[in-house]
């Protein structure tokens, strides 16, 4: 059996392109270059992501602006940020995973970012929140109300109250923006 060969730059796009994590290089929030993980991950060919915006992985515009938001001072302030997020599949289910960002340019952090992420399974213990937690947190960030994710969830709305409550506590947080920005960062 032979061995094929490969030369540095093959090498180079093999990695990026069959690399465990998907892995996304963007220019203001446009995506330039994607590896087959990432369009594995979110269910879209290649040529159907270049050029296009990261929106289309958000509900809306408010979903997208506020995830934008809360990581942006933290990349501003670092150069990298990290946070556990959900995002749209092609076929408008949402994942969990563990996304990373650093910028190219830190005088303007969204102009060049290389971006990672990586699926989190329901069952992986490593996360901090519980199945239900994450889809409480998820409708939260999405701008639900207790009434409408209890709704969603087929539960009372005290239930996802106590719920709130107890992500609150976990994390130390007076409100739920704090506890929504506590749970998007990840410290560097």
């Known amino acids: 059996m032979t ?4 030369d540095t730059d093959d090498m180079t796009a093999i990695a990026f392109d069959r690399a465990p994590v998907g892995l996304v290089l963007t220019e203001n929030r446009m995506i330039r270059a994607s ?7 979110v269910g879209y060919e290649k040529p159907a992501l270049l050029g296009q915006s990261f929106r289309m992985f958000y509900k809306n515009e408010g979903e997208f602006s506020q995830i ?14 990290s946070d556990e997020r959900l995002v749209r599949h092609k076929d408008g ?3 969990w995973c ?22 989190i399974p329901e069952h992986m213990p490593s996360t901090s929140l519980t199945r239900r937690e ?12 207790s009434k ?12 996802i109250e ?27």
């Open 68 to 81: 934008r938001n809360i990581g942006l001072t933290h990349l501003m302030e670092k150069g990298s940020y």
């Open 35 to 41: 590896n087959a993980t990432f369009c594995d991950m």
């Open 162 to 188: 106590d719920y709130r409550a107890t992500l609150r506590k976990k994390f130390g947080t007076k409100n739920t923006t704090e506890l929504l920005a506590q749970l998007m960062r990840l410290e560097a």
């Open 98 to 119: 563990r996304f990373r960002a650093i910028t190219l340019t830190p005088d303007q952090p969204l102009a060049r970012t290389i971006l990672s992420f990586a699926y």
């Open 3 to 6: 061995s094929q060969k490969f």
């Open 148 to 159: 409408e994710i209890a709704r969603k969830l087929s539960l009372s709305p005290r239930t």
């Open 134 to 145: 994450r889809q409480v947190v998820g409708l939260l960030s999405q701008g639900m109300t």
């Open 93 to 95: 289910n949402q994942f």
